[in-house]
């Protein structure tokens, strides 16, 4: 069955500090993968996708992800975590002969000052 | 996001009665989707249609209908509302990059 794993229903980090939300995936052939974040009482925002090239994907707001086919995962990262960041956020894989979206269950972002 | 929009925003209901939710975007986009987004679940899609005559049953369709009215417009309709149907409503479109772009959600409540 095809899936998406996010293992942190919620991670905390110190406001300067590297973040790293965690995804890893269960889909046949090559996936397209996406991060999504929302912000209270707001849609879904796309932040940042890969289909093809390079592991390393930059986003918006300074996110990036590196897809690692072997591990089956794109963990998104950020260097430097601020405040404004906390929101929830979605990993999504959409199998590459399919025009739907498999979300993950979602993991909630909390940057303390 | 102002491209996509969707009525109402809240909802508040009792068991057995018919509820329509509308979606109308103006990115001009074929593709256009329903979710529900449930604590600890994640979007789950309900139904996605490609184009105006195109429709497609999602993961969890049953108890919901859509009606593609034109390409800009598509409707959600819960016929008979029920208490675990309340939940937060996501209408979406996707552009030829495969990146959906969401309207900010229904709350739906279903008493």
């Known amino acids: 069955a095809q899936s998406v794993a996010q293992p942190e229903d919620q991670v905390n980090v110190a406001e300067g500090n590297p973040l790293t939300v965690k995804c890893t995936y269960s889909?046949?052939?090559?996936?397209?993968l996406f991060w999504y974040v929302q912000y209270p009482n707001r849609g879904l925002q796309f932040l940042l996708k890969y289909i093809t090239g390079d592991n390393l994907v930059k986003g918006s707001y300074g996110f990036e992800a590196e897809f690692n086919k072997s591990q089956t995962s794109f963990h998104l990262k950020k260097p430097s975590a601020l405040v404004s960041d906390s929101a929830l956020y979605f990993c999504a894989v959409s199998p590459y002969y399919t025009d739907k979206l498999i979300f993950g269950t979602g993991t909630r972002l909390q940057v303390f000052p | 996001d102002a491209d996509v929009t969707q009525t109402p925003r809240n909802r508040i209901t009792k068991t057995g009665k018919r509820i329509m939710l509308e979606c109308s975007q103006t990115k001009g986009h074929d593709r256009m989707y329903w979710y529900r987004q449930d604590p600890g679940l994640g979007l789950r899609l309900i139904y996605y249609s490609f184009d105006v005559k195109d429709i497609n049953k999602g993961e969890i369709s049953d108890g919901y209908s859509v009606s593609r009215q034109a390409q800009a417009k598509f409707s959600l309709s819960l016929e008979s509302a029920i208490p675990n149907q309340t939940a937060l409503y996501f209408c979406?479109?996707?552009?030829?990059?495969?990146?959906?772009?969401f309207g900010p959600g229904t709350r739906l409540t279903v008493l």
């Open positions: 889909v046949s052939g090559n996936p397209y």
């Open positions: 979406a479109t996707r552009d030829g990059g495969n990146e959906q772009f």
